[in-house]
């Protein structure tokens, strides 16, 4: 088991910045691969950011990409969202989640752990 907390969620104006964390658990940590996904109201959870376990390789939805840096620091059982010049389509419940899958995978069936996620919202 893997337990997931997320935090550094809040309130934001467009063009600002936030860094989420996610603090993991549980069973080995550095041998997951890990991903961050976002909900927002009404709407599916779809993915924003992936990465290996050992933090060499990512990826990146396409509405995300160049603004949001996913990374992971095994020493501190942490990964986290940098999230740049942030836009009012941003806001949505983030989640982080961890999988054991092999390869990186934007699939949310392949992620086995999940976090209680947190509020993200970004004002115009």
């Known amino acids: 088991q893997v337990q997931l907390v997320e935090s550094g969620g809040g309130l934001v104006q467009a063009g600002g910045s936030q860094r989420l964390s996610c603090a993991a658990s549980?069973?080995?940590?550095?041998?997951?691969?890990m991903g961050w996904f976002r909900q927002a109201p009404g709407k599916e959870r779809d993915f924003v950011a992936a990465?290996?376990?050992?933090?060499?390789?990512?990826y990146y939805a396409d509405s995300v990409k160049g603004r949001f840096t996913i990374s992971k620091d095994n020493a501190k059982d942490t990964v986290y969202l940098q999230m740049n010049s942030l836009k009012p389509e941003d806001t949505a419940v983030y989640y982080c989640?961890?999988?054991?899958?092999?390869?990186?995978?934007?699939?949310?069936?392949?992620?086995?752990?999940w976090g209680q996620g947190t509020q993200v919202t970004v004002s115009s």
């Open positions: 989640a961890a999988t054991g899958f092999l390869k990186l995978t934007m699939e949310k069936r392949a992620y086995e752990y």
């Open positions: 990465i290996s376990w050992n933090g060499g390789d990512t």
């Open positions: 549980g069973r080995t940590f550095s041998t997951y691969n």
